[in-house]
């Protein structure tokens, strides 16, 4: 299995930050090994019947990282590259974010293999379903929380609460976060991971003794997270001058009109097309001097192809693993890049996750400007923290990031013991 999971590049990259880290911090190699590899891998076959009588048969998967520090939390990705050596990426990524934030959770993800941009709404909800029925037995309020990701959206998360508490008989809201508001979901979490991204954009141009209202900014992808960084931005007075999707690019110098986006996205389905500003390459666009860059939709887009050729002041790791470990060196080299790494960066979504999960609990609903005040106080209080390590110990941000987190779960590992 350990070869297996290796082959895929995405895990293959999870794993050697994790062995830089782990050697960084001496971890003893019982610890090590058991904090690597995940605990549970789930894989289902799901059986729907598609909109024209036919039957197709979709995989999907769940990773559960460990279970050492809590229930297991992490998204559900709908995607045509989704595999286990992806999700279980993802699942390790989420553990240390979660333990670098301080929540009480271990890390998961979930993924099905499918392109739901080709999918009809009632295939997708039959999808949704059927996987949630599968994994049911391996999921639940104190074991696994899922939540929203990549192709996914609340009225998924509304399917997946409705099998499971149908199945269980009562209204289980705890079991999903990322819901519709008026099942309980939290006000403030569709915005929460891109509010957070410019929250902390902000906080590293404060750093670079930069002004804010003014600053520029490039964001690849404009779904949830980008879409979210971006508008919070410009309502900091930040120019939003490049946005890409998977339709295409736009570039405009002076500032693109996002309000005007919006409606054309929501039209169209994509960017391409937006008469607001003008087309560019997509790679280019990347290249473009800006304070702020935000890649914002898959991993591995800034490699070392490009990372000596970014002119941005700040990297804001909106994406989860957005940057490979070569384009890292060669950033960490040049020293003049301010990395916001994506375990921090894009860390609002799983907080205001754990605040919809703590408001279902007890039953109780917090305000929007609480759940965004008290995002902001806690990612404020890791990115000093994480400013304050890296200061210490004179290592690089994502080193530091990685470190604090992993540090943590292993401390928890050592503290239970080995059973038996
Ligand atoms: P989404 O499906 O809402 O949006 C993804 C966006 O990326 C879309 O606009 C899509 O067109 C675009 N895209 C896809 N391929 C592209 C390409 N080759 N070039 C440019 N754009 C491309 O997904 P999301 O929820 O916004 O997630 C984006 C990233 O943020 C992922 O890495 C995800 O794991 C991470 N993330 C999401 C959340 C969350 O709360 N949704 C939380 C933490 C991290």
Redesign the pocket.
């Known amino acids: 299995m350990k070869e297996e999971l290796l082959k895929d590049p995405v895990f293959g990259m999870a794993a050697g930050q994790f062995d830089r880290v782990a050697d960084f911090l001496n971890l003893d190699e019982r610890v090590r090994e058991r904090c690597k590899w995940p605990k549970r891998i789930i894989t289902v076959s799901l059986p729907v019947t598609m909109d024209d009588g036919r039957m197709e048969i979709f995989f999907g998967h769940r990773v559960q990282h460990h279970l050492s520090r809590g229930p297991v939390k992490g ?1 559900l ?3 045509p590259n989704v595999n286990v050596g992806e999700v279980a990426a ?1 699942a390790m990524w989420m553990n240390w974010k979660c333990a670098l934030m301080g929540l009480p959770y271990g890390g998961g993800k979930g993924g099905i293999t499918c392109d739901p941009r080709k999918l009809s709404m009632a295939e997708q909800e039959r999808l949704t379903r059927r996987f949630a029925e599968e994994i049911s037995t391996f999921i639940g309020p104190e074991i696994d929380v899922m ?7 609340p009225q998924h998360m509304a399917w997946i609460l409705d099998t499971y508490s149908t199945r269980e008989g009562r209204f289980v809201p705890e079991i999903i976060t ?1 819901k519709p508001v008026e099942l309980q979901g939290s006000e403030g ?1 569709t915005q ?3 509010h957070g991204v410019a929250f902390l954009a902000s906080r590293a141009l404060n750093k670079l003794d930069l002004p804010v209202a003014g600053a520029t900014a490039i964001i ?8 979210y960084a971006a508008s919070t931005m410009a309502s900091y007075g930040m120019k939003i001058t490049g946005v ?4 295409g ?1 736009i570039w405009n110098g002076d500032g693109i009109d996002l309000n005007a986006l919006q409606n054309h ?1 929501a039209e169209s389905g ?2 391409a097309g937006f008469t607001g500003a003008d087309k560019i390459d ?1 790679d280019k666009m990347l290249l473009q001097e800006c304070d702020v860059l935000a890649p ?4 591995r ?1 800034i490699t070392k192809d490009n990372a000596s050729q970014l002119k941005c002041k700040i990297l804001a790791e ?5 940057t490979t470990p070569e384009a890292d060196a060669i950033i960490e080299a040049r020293g003049d890049i301010f990395v916001i790494p ?1 375990i921090l960066c ?5 907080t205001v ?1 754990y605040f919809e999960w703590v408001q279902n609990l007890q039953r109780f609903s917090w305000t929007k400007t609480e759940v965004l005040t008290k995002l902001e106080t806690k990612l404020n209080e890791a990115f000093e923290n994480l400013l304050l390590f890296c200061g210490e110990h004179k290592c690089a941000h994502r080193l530091g990031a990685l470190a604090t987190g992993i540090e943590a779960v292993a401390k928890v590992k050592k503290t239970r013991g080995l059973f038996p």
């Open positions: 998204g990705r709908f995607h993802l939540a929203p990701d990549v192709g996914t959206t990322g979490r929460a991971t891109g690849q992808g404009f779904g949830n997270v980008g879409s890409s999707d998977i339709t690019a996205v994509g960017i997509p914002a939709a898959l991993e887009v909106a994406a989860n693993g957005p994506d894009n860390a609002g979504g799983v996750s």
